[in-house]
């Protein structure tokens, strides 16, 4: 992905969304390896087990680098970006694999980002160790004390997912100076039932726990925004392939004689559903180049990305409820993996409502000024 600057107007830009030929070969990497390892059959197995991770899955990509895929290359990373970072988010989406990646993905980064690569990053970053984050929009109910050169932690968090594999969480807690980004070793999480069985969910419960504080308000805004991007290109994988999996469906399912996809009502959907896939591509790319790069409208593209995709990912989602009918509702089929999953990750790490309140609070002032607000 590349990006050209109009002569002195830094408002107008032009990227180009094509991945790069090292990109495509990324992602044909990862497809070959999920399509091995994280066939329906297997992702059922393990959905159906009491951890909800695939731990032969997750040691097969911790072995290609991918836990290390934004490590620094001195410390035995590859070194790549936030983009690739994405395509990886993407093809595990499209495969609702289950294993932890993206939590500990934003984990190792918030730890090495704040210097504290030889405390846990290394061991996530290797995969080691697994991690999660368990910021949510809702989360108001934790808080931090200074105590000598650490910090304790009281409260309880919201569900987020993985948080009983967790070995590392990264949260916010309200503080005397505001939101920080602390990091937890070691926290025990409270299982939790839900709808997606291919995740284990929890929340955790902290009474004057120890931790380690990462950074302030712009820290945890970081995380924020890297996480948003994440998510999205979850869904946006999930997507694709749901669309691919319902364009299969309504060429093959007859009624009335016909193939129910030459019904104008069915292909109306179907065309519905891929502008709905390609926007949410599009926003994904650029909000994750925008993060990579440190681009100074990286948070509004991350928020503009979560808006987009948790609202494209639901319509998506129903008209393939639609297309397949009632067999698509029962858990035999493919297809309940992916709308479990995708009903999470729309809500996950801020739903639509969240980040358009958070968009708005961001570009009121250049609308206010008079200046375009992208």
């Known amino acids: 992905m590349r990006q050209a600057r109009l002569p002195g107007d830094r408002y107008h830009r032009r990227v180009d969304f094509d991945l790069s030929d090292d990109q495509l070969e990324l992602r044909k990497g990862a497809a070959a390896l999920l399509d091995a390892m994280a066939a329906p059959a297997r992702v059922r197995l393990v959905a159906d087990g009491p951890e909800h991770v695939d731990a032969e899955l997750w040691s097969a990509m911790a072995d290609q680098g991918w836990t290390a895929v934004e490590a620094p290359p001195e410390v035995g990373g590859l070194g790549l970006g936030a983009v690739e970072a994405a395509v990886l988010c993407e093809e595990i989406g499209r495969h609702v694999a289950p294993v932890p990646f993206t939590g500990t993905l934003l984990a190792a980064g918030a730890l090495r980002r704040a210097g504290q690569w030889d405390s846990w990053a290394g061991r996530l970053e290797s995969g080691e160790a697994i991690g999660a984050l368990g910021w949510s929009d809702s989360d108001d109910a934790l808080s931090a004390t200074p105590d000598g050169d650490r910090w304790l932690i009281s409260g309880r968090t919201g569900p987020f997912v993985f948080a009983p594999s967790a070995d590392v969480v990264v949260i916010s807690a309200a503080t005397v100076q505001g939101q920080a980004l602390f990091a937890v070793a070691g926290a025990k999480a409270e299982p939790e039932p839900a709808m997606d069985r291919t995740r284990a969910v929890g929340r955790c419960v902290f009474d004057q726990e120890p931790a380690l504080r990462l950074g302030g308000p712009e820290a945890l805004q970081a995380v924020i925004d890297r996480a948003a991007v994440a998510v999205c290109a979850e869904m946006l994988g999930a997507a694709d392939q749901v669309l691919a999996m319902t364009v299969a469906y309504a060429k093959d399912r007859v009624q009335f004689g016909r193939a129910i996809g030459s019904f104008q009502a069915v292909k109306h959907r179907c065309a519905d559903m891929l502008v709905d896939v390609e926007g949410m591509r599009s926003v994904t790319y650029y909000g994750a180049w925008a993060v990579g790069a440190g681009d100074p409208d990286a948070s509004a593209a991350a928020s503009a990305a979560?808006?987009?995709?948790?609202?494209?990912?639901?319509?998506?989602?129903?008209?393939?409820?639609?297309?397949?009918?009632?067999?698509?509702?029962?858990?035999?089929?493919?297809?309940?993996?992916?709308?479990?999953?995708?009903?999470?990750?729309?809500v996950s790490y801020g739903d639509a409502t969240f980040h358009r309140e958070r968009l708005a609070d961001m570009l009121r002032p250049r609308a206010e000024a008079g200046l375009p607000v992208f």
Do not use: N, P, Y
């Not at 297309?323 to 995708?342: N, P, Q, S």
């Open 306 to 346: 979560k808006v987009w995709c948790s609202d494209a990912s639901r319509r998506v989602m129903g008209s393939a409820l639609q297309v397949h009918g009632g067999i698509g509702f029962t858990w035999e089929h493919d297809l309940h993996l992916f709308l479990k999953r995708a009903q999470l990750d729309q």
